[in-house]
């Protein structure tokens, strides 16, 4: 089975702080996304990667960085945390262009 | 930009019932189609690939209509364990996925 993991479940953070929100899989995917999921707007994808040191901008690209050091491994960075970036964050790995994402079980983050 | 539609609801169905989403798509080249179950506060899960000719697995059926460019989900006999919002995704020529919104199912006792 695909294991997906992010490192928080829940994280609370202040204005204008930097934040780190970790995703490791496990089963050697090239590709790995971000989403952000909030009531009403459904999924919508804030960058991607098919490859190490490779990025794309989805959607919502903006107030968000992304980091693809490693295959396993897809951080997404938020410069200066907004109120406005409260929202359920999911990343997902992809074994294919084809294929199914899996998803890791989400981080709710809040910015106060 | 293209388009993936599904009736939101709430579809409140008896224990029981059979219950049928449909979700439309707007790019007629899309290749691939899958439907996840999300439960409340968590991660998508995938439920079903669906596949040109039709594919079941257990209670759940799920339908490719590629002239009327929709997919389908029957749930027969549903259980009150499948409350739960069901998201179709599309996976289009360029391997953009464009996601519905989802459909919330409640299943009463």
């Known amino acids: 089975d695909v294991k997906v993991t992010q490192s928080s479940r829940y994280l609370v953070k202040r204005t204008g702080e930097k934040v780190f929100l970790e995703c490791v899989q496990d089963?050697?995917?090239?590709?790995m996304f971000w989403y952000r999921q909030d009531p009403g707007l459904g999924l919508r994808l804030i960058y991607f990667?098919?490859?190490?040191?490779?990025?794309e901008k989805g959607d919502i690209p903006e107030g968000y960085s992304v980091s693809r050091e490693k295959k396993e491994r897809f951080s997404l960075i938020l410069e200066s945390a907004s109120t406005n970036q409260t929202s359920m964050y999911l990343c997902?790995?992809?074994?294919?262009?084809?294929?199914?994402?899996?998803f890791g079980n989400g981080t709710r983050l809040t910015v106060t | 930009r293209k388009e993936v539609e599904q009736d939101p609801g709430p579809f409140n169905v008896p224990e029981g019932a059979t219950v049928a989403f449909n979700c439309t798509y707007s790019?007629?080249?899309?290749?691939?189609f899958f439907w996840y179950r999300q439960d409340c506060r968590k991660e998508p899960k995938l439920l079903m690939s669906?596949?040109?000719?039709?594919n079941e697995d257990g209670r759940f059926t799920a339908q490719l209509n590629r002239a009327s460019q929709y997919i389908s989900l029957l749930i027969r006999d549903s259980k009150l364990s499948d409350s739960a919002t069901y998201l179709c995704?599309?996976?289009?020529?360029?391997?953009?996925?464009?996601w519905g919104a989802g459909t919330k199912l409640i299943i009463k006792p």
């Open positions: 997902a790995s992809q074994q294919m262009l084809d294929s199914p994402l899996h």
């Open positions: 089963m050697d995917h090239e590709n």
């Open positions: 990667s098919y490859d190490v040191k490779m990025k």
């Open positions: 790019n007629s080249a899309s290749q691939s």
């Open positions: 669906v596949y040109s000719s039709g």
């Open positions: 995704v599309v996976n289009e020529v360029n391997y953009q996925l464009i």
